[in-house]
């Protein structure tokens, strides 16, 4: 008997230790709560959205009705894998081809590792590097609006499929890493230190396929948006527009933190199940207003250059398919004239390489990835950090709101209706008085929702829409202009309470 039970132990103690191994079962539930009022808090996704998991597949599990419905569990392992797949050029390979002629990277996940893993820091941009999810933004600094460089696409791409030539060579992209000293002479109220650094980036002239004479990059600023976390984003989606509406409305009471909300967006995809103009609430400058027309839906053409049924083009720009065509060893390459290539680069019919299934499938799987549970809320320490963060001394709230209901009948996918959820963002966009903060000057508010697990998940915790911060500590020292007070409130804390509200934010 004695000896059956040490070996039960052990048989348990092994199986504690495989938790950090590649055998954890990927379904492994935790602290799995009974929803009700009382407890919705830890639905951090809702009573619908959420999965009791703390692993490092915690960012890319369907909400629970899915795996109960096969209809659902079939489209949304389709969509899954089409998210991971990694395209390849027509003719060269099986499974999605498509790739090309010019393109961002060959895959979604390049830059959503893990799915909401975010990628870090990097000094050097590289579409190959798996760390590198950053997304290359060229722009007039001094235009109204900082418009982006018409000459390339609005992502712009860096690589192709030879023979075809990237229109920026990536050995000429330069991050640098730059000390910044705040007012405070970086330091907190106790004398404690801290260090804050930002990213400069600059392109070479010659790395750009146009000339100077074309294209001046004098005349433009670079900078570098990284990914945010791509769970929960249905739910994000199901938030009616008139509650949305509402929130800016709120904020334009108060005299602080008044946010923007975006400009109406005109959704003309017939597809969409939202026809009509929405508010923009997804991606940092509010660019895109429902997830049908959201960056994910859009990523999967412009990202990769696949066409599909709505979208017969390329993401391309007139300049650089004049450039390409009237390259004679392009022409030869392709034994093609200049006329034949243009015109097959400009086309407005090109064979669809991306079904509407396929594409449909890829939308289940968007909407469905389920938001993981908080943690540890009945721990003291993170209680104290939720008071404080709560605090109106602190003022997190005003633009970290912490609770939106969805709206009473989100046809897309019905299991995501009045869903009360913990997201931690009004979707508004603010002004942090960031040093070099590029065109995301004017951000909006990220959800902090399952941000503690990144450690966990990606082995890292770059935060901040270009990753400058590498903490949650130096991610609030950020915070400046309509966040300046929340800043302020944070330096002057003893050590234990920012520490407590640091294990807050990791806990939710
Ligand atoms: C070049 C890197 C890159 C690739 C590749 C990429 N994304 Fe993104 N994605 C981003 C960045 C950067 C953001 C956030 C900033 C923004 O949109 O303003 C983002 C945002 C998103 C968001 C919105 C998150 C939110 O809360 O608003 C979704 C959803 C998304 N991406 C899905 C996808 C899908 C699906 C694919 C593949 C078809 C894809 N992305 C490929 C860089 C990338
Ligand atoms: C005026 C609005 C505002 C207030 C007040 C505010 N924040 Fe933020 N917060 C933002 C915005 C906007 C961002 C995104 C900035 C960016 O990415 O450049 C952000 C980002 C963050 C992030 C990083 C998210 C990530 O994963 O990149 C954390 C953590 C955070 N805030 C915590 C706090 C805490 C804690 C407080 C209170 C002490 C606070 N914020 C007060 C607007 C605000």
């Known amino acids: 008997m004695r000896d059956g039970k040490i070996y039960l132990l052990a048989i348990m103690a092994i199986a504690l230790i495989a938790c950090d191994d590649d055998d954890i079962p990927v379904n492994k539930e935790v602290n799995r709560k009974e929803y009700n009022a009382e407890n919705a808090e830890w639905f951090s996704g809702g009573e619908n959205g959420t999965v009791f998991m703390a692993n490092r597949f915690a960012y890319r599990q369907p909400m629970p009705f899915i795996d109960e419905n096969p209809s659902y569990y079939s ?11 990694k395209f390849v050029p027509k003719n060269t390979g099986m499974g999605y081809s498509g790739l090309g002629p010019v393109y961002v990277r060959t895959s979604c996940i390049a830059c959503h590792p893990s799915y909401g893993g975010r990628g870090q820091r990097v000094d050097k941009y590289d579409a190959s590097d798996s760390k590198n999810c950053y997304l ?28 075809y030539e990237p229109p920026i060579n990536e050995s000429g992209i330069h991050i640098q890493w730059l000390e910044h000293v705040d007012d405070f002479g970086n330091k907190y109220a106790d004398g404690t230190s801290y260090s804050l650094i930002y990213p400069k980036v600059t392109i070479d002239q010659e ?8 294209f001046d990059i004098d005349d433009y600023a670079v900078a ?10 249905g739910l994000i989606d199901a938030i009616s527009d008139e509650d949305y509406r509402e929130q800016y409305e709120i904020e334009q009471i108060r ?32 660019t895109r207003g429902t997830l049908d027309n959201g960056p994910g839906a859009n990523a999967i053409w412009n990202i990769t250059n696949v066409t599909r049924p709505e979208r017969t083009y390329h993401y391309i720009t007139d300049k650089y398919a004049q450039l390409m065509a009237a390259d004679p060893e392009v022409q030869q390459s392709l034994g093609q004239t200049q006329e034949e290539i243009y015109s097959h680069l400009m086309s407005k019919d090109l064979p669809v390489e991306f079904t509407e299934d396929d594409y449909k499938a890829f939308m289940v799987w968007h909407r469905a990835l389920a938001v993981p549970a908080a943690r540890n809320l009945d ?47 009004d979707l508004l966009r603010h002004d942090l008085g960031m040093k070099n903060p590029g065109r995301a ?34 991610a609030i020292l950020w915070h400046e202009g309509e966040a300046m007070t929340s ?8 050590k234990a309470d920012r520490d407590a509200i640091v294990a807050f934010l990791k806990a939710i």
């Not at 948006?225 to 984003?233: M, N, V």
């Not at 990220?446 to 130096?474: F, Q």
């Open 379 to 425: 721990n003291p320490v993170v209680q104290r950090g939720k008071e404080l963060f709560y605090s109106k001394e602190a003022g997190c709230t005003a633009c970290h709101r912490p609770e939106w209901t969805t709206r009473d009948n989100y046809t897309p996918m019905p299991e995501l209706s009045k869903q009360r959820i913990y997201p931690y963002t």
């Open 224 to 233: 570098l948006e990284a990914t945010i976390g791509i769970y929960g984003i």
């Open 255 to 286: 005299g602080y933190a008044q946010g923007l909300i975006g400009a109406d967006i005109e959704e003309k995809d017939p597809s969409n199940p939202f026809p009509g103009k929405h508010p923009g609430r997804f991606t940092y400058l509010h």
């Open 207 to 214: 790395s750009i396929i146009f000339d100077e004479s074309e």
């Open 487 to 494: 800043k302020e409130f944070f330096r002057e804390l003893p």
């Open 75 to 85: 489209q949304f392992m389709r969509g899954e894998r089409i998210f991971e797949k």
């Open 441 to 474: 000057q004017i951000c909006r508010t990220t959800p902090l929702w399952g941000r503690g697990l990144m450690y966990v998940i990606s082995g890292h915790e770059d935060k901040m829409h270009d990753l400058r911060a590498r903490n949650y500590e130096e």
């Open 136 to 163: 290359l933004v060229i722009y007039k600094p001094n235009e109204p609006g900082m418009p982006l460089a018409t000459h390339f696409t609005g992502m712009p791409q860096t690589r192709a499929v030879p023979p």
